[in-house]
């Protein structure tokens, strides 16, 4: 993110369209970032005690098209359910607004793909919120790669572990551990590598909930990529580490590693007479990425204003999905499989 | 600080005295902490841009007895230069403001002891700016130490280094070194073992820049303290580490040792074919203590709520003063030199 | 290796078979064991120099059967040529030798077997050299699985990169890197976890030395294993890490993940102006294994002393060389292959 | 330890004065070092069956004279108690042999300085046996010093603690805390700076058992070093660190900070539900120093060949003696001491 001569940090005004648990970080970090003004949220649930609860908001609305029907509004945070991310978008789009969309982009590939045709169309700006992309310590690893540290990349390892499973209300619309968890993994291994998978292979297992395999998912996982480029990796998941959320990544090639370790509670340790003792892994992911999607949204609002490219597009969307389809049918065939192209 | 069963978290209104470094530090944080309203900014050089400027506040004003005189307004934070704490704790106190004023308390003992007999007169809280001791990291050791993880107390060290020295200008104005760098690791060596310092001994010299040393003044430390209960402890100062802000402690005792180490900007490691490197801790304090000072700010509001007692008093201020003042004593004396009480 | 009541420490007779690099490690560790006398060294190399320069032992004989004829001799190092060890293994059976055999136990199927039906019909004990059992860091890893601070094991991983590939030489009567390098891997997997492997997924390439590829070989890997119990375990494997020997381990399971970290050359750190950096991991395997080493055949002489079963068995041997030849299968059906039994 | 072109590699020829602790500590270690002959063992207490215990020696006598008078023996490890330090190295010096001497170098000054002026009017080789200067973890941070990383030396900063106190008898006997303990550390004081210093300063107590105090003695200390230089020092020692041996030592300038960790027990770590808990520091002097005490025997045989220069002088020897009495004068008169010159 050079900040070139033409930079500008003119005010963006823009309007978030959901308000659940991804809604609510974004309107936090918002109000930690200038020249940003939340003109509208919406939500269909939401109730006139709002205007007090997100009194940074200037107006509170149910009808997402009140947003769109708003010329001062540049921009919109779409943070709903997958399932009408492709509408949103399309609506979006065709009103003119730049978007930022909660990942995945959608669960239809029909409905996805005719997103993806009507932002280009539109010519307006479309960011997919990986947030994993904005964390500093990943960020490290890919500064290393681009100043040539690495040598030729020749292995990827990425270990991504949540603290503990969803509900099974949760797992049951989630889309799969690959479309909702992994996913994240998978957009990784290219932002990481800078390279393309080509085929994938899973070997996978209910070793935590059989209630997760009664809902026909698997909580446990290690993932083989090759990638075009002949470089290979590995993904392993777990949907419990007792330890707290386990994020690492290491990439290694002919002229050395770079390697991300978790982020502890606190640097702080105790010798004793049994052992010496630190802290665990940061728990939950809205407290170890807090920093990541703070500068994901600085990052969009610089994309807005036309100081540089969108970080993540809908293309790395796409392939993110493409990456989960392709470990799907791995897991299903018991073989490697190819990853589609978009 | 555990919340117990009364507690409240009604909205608090306060006024910020002095818009320096530290109030805008403290204004920013201000901003991400729910029910608090910032009634007024006062500072003698506001202007009216200042109004956009800080748009979170309702009032701009230059002189601050405005907003002692506005019964709305339960609390104020001082962060003007030191010279004037004393005065305008004075004239808060009297006003029946809760206070929260930056170190130190004063430079001239008769002027703080005045402040402080008058705060305990006037009967409103008071709370001292040890940002330090909201540091999640030290706080850990003081959690081992309240769980009797420690044993009995026996060594304190506290390695305090800055990256680089202040300017010229600074050095001059700041009271010397004890005065302005230690008092901080004066304040943590009581806040980390809860025991009082009975004598100070000082090697000190200046190996850094030699202009300092014409200003009258030292840039390398090390600070010998002996406490009344018969436990040691050591502090090493430095106006200049260049790999960084260097903030350790440790705290050793019967039963076990707790130690916290540097915050380091990433945990992203290098191996390459010379070395295996890693990120330096964090430059700057405002970066390393971000956290901190909004803890800090937040248990203030706490105490005004009557949530709990203040967690830095008036007493721990002076407190600091005396061992500063010990210590400039033993350096000039080149013999170990009591500490005064309050 | 809980020793018991009938412990005993008496002293035994060896002969050691093979001088090379692995003869010449076990002659000097040796050399600090107690109540071990090495009665023979045989190499069909051997001179009458080789009297003074190995002094340890009392005889330098050029035929092995001399030791073999030796009824003094309670057991034998095997330390040549792969494929020497079934011939030299059964003869040394049938002399009722107790045997201690570098790894791998063979490279022919049918010599293989010979051998170890040999050794169970004369009763004599058998270890294979896999030193790594023995290391301590390893160890632990272990320790917390016997202790079921593990849990249910879920996910085992294993980093294993050479320092530098070996000579083209050495390449091409290697075996193959799954044969001379991935074999240790495979014995660990086994050990570490005390499972047994079901079937073996490999992604391979040869992204270091072309040479390796022409010599039908590669030098990078990554090799998913699956368990017959469910678990999961990945081992990745390159024939060069330039920043050294590239060594760790993890088991990750209900109730923790236990870790095994590089041993570095020294604990000693520096910080500068552009980073901090450490040492790097130990480059050479003899270096980093060197206690290992002695405490294997501390083991194996326990072992012959009665005071505890063997710790690396014959079956263990053919196992890993089963996990092997699996291996060899997936790299050229590209697809995951089962791993035979015995 | 740069090896020359006229480096030798020729056998030395030695004799052992004193089977204790440290006596059976060096002769373990000379099994493993080449081109050394252990002509003589010799105790007062020795008895026939030491033959067998020590069968590398070739003779076990019980009078040290009988080394001295025969010409075959080129150099002596003097292993006794301190008292017999001074007469044996005036015998032994007269004798014409080489000496490597345990430390201290003595206890009365009036001896020591006569066991000084014999070996130098002898013109003999003598050691003192400050093992850890021979450390590699220790010799890191001198290397970075020469390598200049460190710029101009501010701040040293060494940690000393034994992992329990020594028996009462041990106490009474050992010349107090600063000449049995801390001797060590005033050795790497000018070892790890190449610099001399002036005065010290004292902070002592005890803390751990009474019963020392009874004695006459310390346990716990902080030590304050002025060196002629200018820079700035510090030593904390205590008798009882229950997690371990702790032996850390820091080397602070204007360029950067080299800094070397305990050894632990492994370099396995735990990560469950409470912490992530990981080895202890190595408990035991003997264990943790292991390499540094072979590495000094090679160091001193090297030096009896001419291969290069003593590694650790009588001067040092009796440096650190006068640094451990000007800290017993201090201690006693509560104020900062001169450190006398030899």
């Not at 665990?280 to 990425?289: E, G, S, V």
Request: hydrophobic share 35%.
């Amino acid at each position: 993110m050079e900040k070139g001569t033409d930079f500008t940090n003119k005010n963006v005004t823009i309007g978030i369209i959901g308000m659940g648990r991804i809604g609510n970080v974004h309107y936090k970090n918002l109000k930690r970032i200038s020249n940003v003004s939340i003109k509208y949220i919406a939500d269909i649930i939401a109730t006139d005690e709002w205007t007090a609860k997100y009194n940074e908001a200037q107006k509170i609305v149910t009808d997402y098209r009140e947003i769109l029907d708003d010329p001062e509004v540049q921009a919109v945070l779409i943070c709903t359910p997958t399932d009408l991310h492709p509408e949103m978008t399309i609506a979006a789009a065709k009103a003119g607004k730049d978007i930022f969309c909660e990942k995945p982009v959608g669960f239809n590939d029909k409905d996805i793909l005719e997103a993806f045709e009507t932002v280009k169309k539109c010519n307006v700006k479309f960011e997919v919120g990986f947030n994993r992309r904005f964390d500093k310590n990943f960020r490290r690893i890919v500064d290393h790669r681009k100043n040539d540290d690495i040598g030729n990349e020749q292995i990827l390892k990425i270990t991504s572990r949540d603290p503990e499973p969803p509900s099974m209300d949760y797992v049951k619309r989630s889309g799969g551990i690959f479309m909702d968890m992994t996913i994240h993994d998978f957009d990784m291994a290219r932002y990481i590598t800078d390279a393309e998978v080509d085929q994938v292979y899973v070997a996978g297992n209910v070793m935590i909930d059989q209630k997760i395999g009664d809902a026909g998912d698997i909580d446990t996982a290690i993932i083989t990529l090759q990638f075009k480029n002949g470089m290979m990796g590995v993904i392993d998941n777990s949907r419990q580490a007792v330890y707290g959320y386990d994020q690492r990544i290491e990439l290694f090639g002919s002229k050395g590693m770079s390697k991300a370790d978790n982020v502890l509670d606190s640097t702080t340790t105790f010798s004793g007479e049994s052992d010496v003792s630190s802290d665990k892994p940061m728990f939950f992911f809205l407290q170890r990425y807090i920093d990541a999607y703070k500068t994901e949204l600085e990052s969009f609002l610089d994309a807005v204003r036309g100081n540089h490219e969108v970080e993540c597009t809908f293309e790395d969307g796409i392939k993110a999905i493409r990456l989960a389809q392709a470990a799907k049918k791995s897991l299903d065939s018991g073989k490697p499989e190819k990853v589609q192209d978009i």
